[in-house]
């Protein structure tokens, strides 16, 4: 019996999602007074009551011993530097950008430049679109942020589920039908047995 091959799903790391629907640069509450207070701060290793967020003040009293990221901002928009999620997350296809001399990722989708300004003209010109949200991308990249490739490895696992799940049901439904026609295949011609004759009365 020959065996379809499915695609395998993406691992999607737990922390991913909660870290995209974060709300950074909030004052911390623990910390109202400190002058470095904005919850820019996100640990990877944490999970449950907490906040996600938290300041540079909490990091050095609850997370001195975690993995912990810093996120920054780019035109009103968080960002993450490539250096700290590249051993722990594949970021393969994302769009990358140099801001401060350090290359990073936005962290969610962005609207389209709109207007005849000229990032308006960039986008129009521009040959690459992030295949989610369709927005410009300066380079041959497949998605302008973590959020929209998230988006994207989600449809992949859920085709790859509903793969493997079609290929087991027919595979399950050809042993059926064998085993009912192994049943019904005919079988060789009986021989007749040897015919008795009914005896003679004298």
Not at 78 to 105: F, P
């Amino acid at each position: 019996m020959m065996l379809r091959r499915v695609a395998s799903s993406t691992p999607v790391p737990e922390w991913l999602e909660a870290l995209l629907t974060t709300r950074f640069f909030l004052a911390c509450g623990a910390h109202p007074a400190s002058p470095r207070n904005e919850c820019n701060m996100f640990c990877l290793d944490c999970r449950g009551a907490p906040p996600p967020a938290f300041c540079y003040y909490c990091r050095a009293h609850r997370h001195a011993s975690h993995r912990v990221i810093q996120i920054r901002r780019s035109s009103y928009h968080d960002v993450v530097r490539v250096s700290e999620v590249e051993d722990v997350l594949d970021i393969t296809g994302v769009q990358t950008y140099v801001i401060n001399s350090a290359r990073v990722l936005f962290l969610n989708e962005r609207p389209q430049p709109r207007g005849a300004g000229a990032a308006a003209g960039k986008a129009a010109a521009s040959p690459y679109n992030c295949e989610i949200c369709g927005r410009a991308l300066l380079d041959p990249f497949r998605f302008c942020s973590l959020g929209c490739k998230l988006v994207d490895t989600k449809r992949s696992n859920g085709h790859a589920a509903a793969a493997a799940d079609g290929g087991a049901g027919n595979e399950e439904a050809e042993e059926v039908g064998g085993s009912k026609n192994a049943a019904a295949r005919p079988q060789g011609r009986r021989r007749k047995g040897i015919p008795h004759r009914a005896p003679f009365w004298s």
